[in-house]
C-alpha cells in the first residue's frame, strides 16, 4: 500500500507537451517527535533481527529440502523470502536515501517505489498472498489430502506468481495520491480525489477484510476435521500423519494470527485517514507504529517455527537421519491414511 503522506513539496509543477518538467522529491521529511526517533531505532533492530532470522530459515529449508512435501517446502521457502525482503526494506529505508537522477521518470518511480514506502508495501502484500496460499494448501492437505497429493510444484509457482501481479496491482491503484507528491502535477479533480478516495477505502477494506474471513474460514474448518478424527476409532492408526500436520497447521494458525494483529493497525489507521479523522504523516509515531508491527511480524515467523514445529528444530540438527526418517514416516502415514479413509467410505 503507497501511503497518502503529508509533506509541503518543493516542486516544480510546470507542464508542457514537449516534455514532462518537474523536480522530484526525494528527501523525506525527519521525524517529528522524540518518540518517532526512538521508534524508528527500534524499528530498525526488530526488521535486522527479522532479516537475520528468515535468511537462516531460508537457508536450513533449502539445504533440507525432504523435511516437508514439495508445495508445503516451496510456501515455507517463499514466506521467508518475503519477510526477508519486508525486513530489508524498512531497515534501507532508515539509511539509504533516494537518488536524483538524469531522468525525471526514473526519479519519479524511485520516489513513488522508495520515499513512498510502494517497493515495501508490494512485499507486504506478497507476504499476505503467499499467507492465504499457505492456508489454502493447509485446507487442502488436512481436509482434502488426496487431492493435495495431486497438487505439483507449478501450482504452487503459479500462486506465487499471482501474488506478485495481485500485489503490484492493488499498489497501482494507491498511485494517483502520492503522483501529486512526487511530481508536482495533480492528477484529479477535487471532486475525483474525493470519489477516489471513497474507491480506495472499498479496494482497503476488501484487500483486507475479505482475506482475512477465508483465512478464519478454512481453518476453522481444519480444526472441526482434527476433531473429527480424534473421536473416530477407526482413524486411530493416522495419527501419526495428523500428528505432523497439526505441528504445522498450528504454526500455520500462529502465523497468521499474528500477521492479522500487525495488519490491523495499518488498515484502521489508512481507512480512518481516508475519512478524514485524522492526516497519516510519514515519520510521525502513528505511521511508524505500523511500520513497526509489520516488522514484528516479519520477525515472529522463525520463532513461531521454532516453537511449534519440532521438523523445524530438527532442522537444525541431524540433516541426513531426520529427512530419512521424515521421508519414510510420511510414506507410510499416507498409505495408512488412504487405507483408513477407504475403509470409512
Given at each position: 500500500?503507497?501511503?497518502?503522506?503529508?509533506?509541503?513539496?518543493?516542486?516544480?509543477?510546470?507542464?508542457?507537451?514537449?516534455?514532462?518538467?518537474?523536480a522530484?522529491?526525494?528527501?523525506?521529511?525527519?521525524?517529528?517527535?522524540?518518540?518517532?526517533?526512538?521508534?524508528?531505532?527500534?524499528?530498525f533492530?526488530?526488521?535486522?533481527?527479522?532479516?537475520?532470522?528468515?535468511?537462516?530459515?531460508?537457508?536450513?529449508?533449502?539445504?533440507?529440502?525432504?523435511?516437508?512435501?514439495?508445495?508445503?517446502?516451496?510456501?515455507?521457502?517463499?514466506?521467508?523470502?518475503?519477510?526477508?525482503?519486508?525486513?530489508?526494506l524498512?531497515?534501507?529505508?532508515?539509511?539509504?536515501?533516494?537518488?536524483?537522477?538524469?531522468?525525471?521518470?526514473?526519479?519519479?518511480?524511485?520516489?513513488?517505489?522508495?520515499?513512498?514506502?510502494?517497493?515495501?508495501?508490494?512485499?507486504?502484500?506478497?507476504?499476505?498472498?503467499?499467507?492465504?496460499?499457505?492456508?489454502?494448501?493447509?485446507?487442502?492437505?488436512?481436509?482434502?489430502?488426496?487431492?493435495?497429493?495431486?497438487?505439483?510444484?507449478?501450482?504452487?509457482?503459479?500462486?506465487?506468481?499471482l501474488?506478485?501481479?495481485?500485489?503490484?496491482?492493488?499498489?497501482?491503484?494507491?498511485?494517483?495520491?502520492?503522483?501529486?507528491?512526487?511530481?508536482?502535477?495533480?492528477?484529479?479533480?477535487?471532486?475525483?480525489?474525493d470519489?477516489?478516495?471513497?474507491?480506495?477505502?472499498?479496494?482497503?477494506?476488501?484487500?483486507?477484510?475479505?482475506?482475512?474471513?477465508?483465512?478464519?474460514?478454512?481453518?476453522?474448518?481444519?480444526?472441526?476435521?482434527?476433531?473429527?478424527?480424534?473421536?473416530?476409532?477407526?482413524?486411530?492408526?493416522?495419527?501419526?500423519?495428523?500428528?505432523?500436520?497439526?505441528?504445522?497447521?498450528?504454526?500455520?494458525i500462529?502465523?497468521?494470527?499474528?500477521?492479522?494483529?500487525?495488519?490491523?493497525?495499518?488498515?484502521?489507521?489508512?481507512?480512518?485517514?481516508?475519512?478524514?479523522?485524522?492526516?497519516?504523516?510519514?515519520?510521525?509515531?502513528t505511521?511508524?507504529?505500523?511500520?513497526?508491527?509489520?516488522?514484528?511480524?516479519?520477525?515472529?515467523?522463525?520463532?513461531?517455527?521454532?516453537?511449534?514445529?519440532?521438523?523445524?528444530r530438527?532442522?537444525?540438527?541431524?540433516?541426513?537421519?531426520?529427512?530419512?526418517?521424515?521421508?519414510?514416516?510420511?510414506?507410510?502415514?499416507?498409505?495408512?491414511?488412504?487405507?483408513?479413509?477407504?475403509?470409512?467410505?
Amino acid at each position: 500500500m503507497i501511503l497518502e503522506l503529508e509533506v509541503e513539496p518543493t516542486l516544480n509543477s510546470s507542464y508542457s507537451s514537449d516534455s514532462l518538467c518537474f523536480a522530484v522529491q526525494t528527501t523525506r521529511p525527519p521525524p517529528t517527535t522524540t518518540w518517532a526517533v526512538v521508534l524508528l531505532e527500534l524499528q530498525f533492530v526488530v526488521t535486522s533481527i527479522g532479516f537475520l532470522a528468515n535468511l537462516l530459515t531460508l537457508l536450513g529449508l533449502v539445504l533440507n529440502c525432504k523435511i516437508f512435501n514439495n508445495i508445503t517446502l516451496i510456501l515455507l521457502r517463499h514466506q521467508s523470502f518475503v519477510d526477508m525482503m519486508v525486513c530489508l526494506l524498512a531497515s534501507l529505508m532508515k539509511y539509504v536515501p533516494a537518488y536524483d537522477t538524469s531522468s525525471d521518470v526514473i526519479d519519479a518511480i524511485i520516489c513513488l517505489g522508495w520515499t513512498y514506502q510502494g517497493f515495501y508495501w508490494w512485499f507486504v502484500k506478497v507476504s499476505f498472498c503467499n499467507l492465504v496460499c499457505f492456508t489454502v494448501e493447509r485446507y487442502q492437505a488436512v481436509c482434502h489430502p488426496f487431492k493435495h497429493h495431486n497438487l505439483r510444484p507449478r501450482h504452487a509457482y503459479i500462486a506465487i506468481g499471482l501474488s506478485y501481479f495481485i500485489g503490484l496491482l492493488i499498489d497501482l491503484c494507491y498511485l494517483a495520491l502520492d503522483f501529486t507528491h512526487c511530481t508536482g502535477i495533480d492528477l484529479l479533480t477535487p471532486r475525483a480525489r474525493d470519489n477516489y478516495k471513497i474507491f480506495l477505502m472499498v479496494l482497503h477494506c476488501s484487500n483486507y477484510v475479505f482475506p482475512y474471513a477465508a483465512v478464519v474460514a478454512l481453518y476453522c474448518q481444519i480444526v472441526r476435521e482434527f476433531r473429527t478424527r480424534q473421536q473416530d476409532p477407526r482413524l486411530g492408526a493416522s495419527q501419526l500423519i495428523d500428528r505432523a500436520k497439526k505441528d504445522l497447521t498450528k504454526s500455520a494458525i500462529a502465523i497468521t494470527t499474528i500477521f492479522v494483529i500487525c495488519t490491523a493497525y495499518d488498515f484502521f489507521t489508512f481507512v480512518l485517514s481516508l475519512g478524514g479523522v485524522f492526516t497519516y504523516t510519514y515519520n510521525t509515531p502513528t505511521q511508524l507504529i505500523g511500520v513497526l508491527l509489520i516488522g514484528f511480524n516479519s520477525c515472529a515467523n522463525p520463532v513461531v517455527y521454532f516453537i511449534l514445529m519440532p521438523a523445524y528444530r530438527n532442522m537444525f540438527r541431524c540433516r541426513k537421519k531426520v529427512t530419512t526418517n521424515n521421508h519414510n514416516s510420511h510414506s507410510v502415514a499416507i498409505t495408512t491414511l488412504s487405507s483408513n479413509v477407504s475403509a470409512r467410505g
